[in-house]
């Protein structure tokens, strides 16, 4: 199924003109979106965020912990940040520079700040291995990182195997007001004992450098939207981590085509969003970050969505519009027992991404807060979005939504044919979320992006009446674990690298809570080797969500006539076998 800009379609072409079929998932927008954006509107991030400093000054932006900073407030910090960048540290544009932090106050600052000195953000998950970090701040060659001091002692194990030249530590509760953060900094360090023994020889502590800052003249910097504003690092079949380049008109554009998607629920300058999926995480970045803060609603930063208890008391702090999140979050929080004793009076929005919602979770979401759990499908690929139901569905309906304006989508079998209607193909997209391609990997951004434009994303879809798109299989293995990507190979790697390990392979298994886990099948070379020593060889090496949680022994595993092993036969059930 192939869809082309003029929406014709024509069951018998000639003179070699290829069959095309109207966008028909138009007819099913929500009234009043519009089926174009205006990808001219921003020049850079920047622009957006500085328009949303000036119009909401006074209003509230950010908050967590119980401190709140208003827009005015964040735009003075952000522009400290960033001449300390430039004049302190001397960063040239087009430097990257990686932020390893969760949801706290200091992340909006130093993301905003950097996108404004002219430099490229690399979003680093909080909870990499040594392996992990090494490889990404290696692979980007970022030389300037932004750090929660609670991992600070994962950076000293490989800094010197980088090209970190600089190093900017934050605490949990150094921009807390007083005397709530000196507190809260104690606690963590001396009673929780949650950092770890560390040592950074140079290293600048983040008020610091916003001190330093506020001392600095003014820059006077250029971003464009052609500059690449993040180094988005994703999977890839080959378990090599890649950094996905989105420019600023990347970003911006997938901005505008979402934020015109929610428009008809949300209000500019009167949205509550919670946020407590990880705004390293390309879903909160765009979803969150950027949309609700050109809406200049007031984003509450979740540090530890994990403790439900801590986050259910603190939404009822705020009168909450709007919250995004994975299906794992949505079914932690309506399993816990104060969740429906909030009020939901106020609630709007509730958008899921990430992995699959379930039709339980949707269900049971719609009868305790009377909101629609939307599902949303994206990639960090496409910054992310792609395709989103309509707000004003009444039910739950089992697809990913419509293609979002300014969007086109093919579908196509495996020999890169397209397909007919209700047919199952390859989802392939384009527009002007797409990546520019993958940092230093021409080869793989060749495989990835077609000459015509079209991303291929390993998703296997077919289109249902009205235009809604169906996810139907995976082409790649990866697995899926609570909205994040595991890729098999990087799984097996580490697992091979055990002496007693003979072979081993890698799948993913459906599980109520996550989605999906990971289970690894393997042949011992040690007979005396133990799941646990396994298990626990992965948690040195990996980070939690890829830690397998079921080990199975086998003898021998199946494999093709040239010795590849068959994953897609270990996805069968086998009788007779067991998890350890």
Sequence with gaps: MRIDPLGRYNENPQDGAAATMEKIWLDSYQHGVAHEIDVTAFTSICDVFNRSVQRFHDRPAMACMGTTLSYGELGSEVAAFSRYLVHDLGLARGDRVAVMMPNLLQYPIAVFGILAAGLTVVNVN??????????????????????????????????AHTQIKHVIVASIGEMLRFPRGPIVDFVIRKVKKMVPPWSLPGHTR????????????????????????????????????????????????????????????????????????????????????????????????????????????????????????????????????????????????????GMAVQGAVAERWKAVTGTTLVEAYGLTETSPAACINPLNLSDYNGSIGLPIPSTDIVLRDSNGHEVGPGESGELCIRGPQVMKGYWNRPDETARAIGPDGFLSTGDMATMLPGGFIKLVDRKKDMILVSGFNVYPNEVEDVVASLPGVMEVACIGVADDKSGEIVKIFVVRKDPALTADAIIAHCRHNLTGYKIPKQVEFRDELPKTNVGKILRRALREPQAGHHPA
């Design 126 to 159: 909080p909870l990499y291995t040594p392996r992990e970090l090494e490889h990404q701040l290696e692979d980007s060659g970022a030389c300037a990182i932004v750090i929660l001091e609670n991992f600070a002692a994962v950076l000293q194990e490989v800094i």
């Design 206 to 353: 983040f008020r610091t450098a916003l001190a330093a800052g506020r001392r600095r003249p003014e820059l006077q910097i250029d971003v464009t939207r052609e500059d690449i504003a993040f180094l988005q690092y994703t999977g890839g079949t080959t378990g090599v981590s890649k950094g996905a380049m989105l420019l600023h008109s990347n970003i911006i554009a997938n901005m505008l085509q979402a934020g015109e998607w929610v428009r008809p629920v949300v209000h500019e300058g009167g949205e509550v969003i919670v946020t407590a999926l990880p705004l390293y995480h390309i879903f909160s970045l765009t979803a969150n970050l950027m949309i609700f803060t050109e809406l200049g609603a007031l984003n509450v930063l979740i540090p530890n969505p994990r403790d439900i208890a801590g986050f259910i008391k603190e939404m009822r702090n705020y009168p909450v519009t709007a919250i995004t999140g994975v299906n794992t979050l949505f079914n932690a929080l309506l399993n816990h027992p104060d969740f429906a004793a909030l009020d939901f009076s106020t609630w709007r929005l509730a958008l899921g991404g």
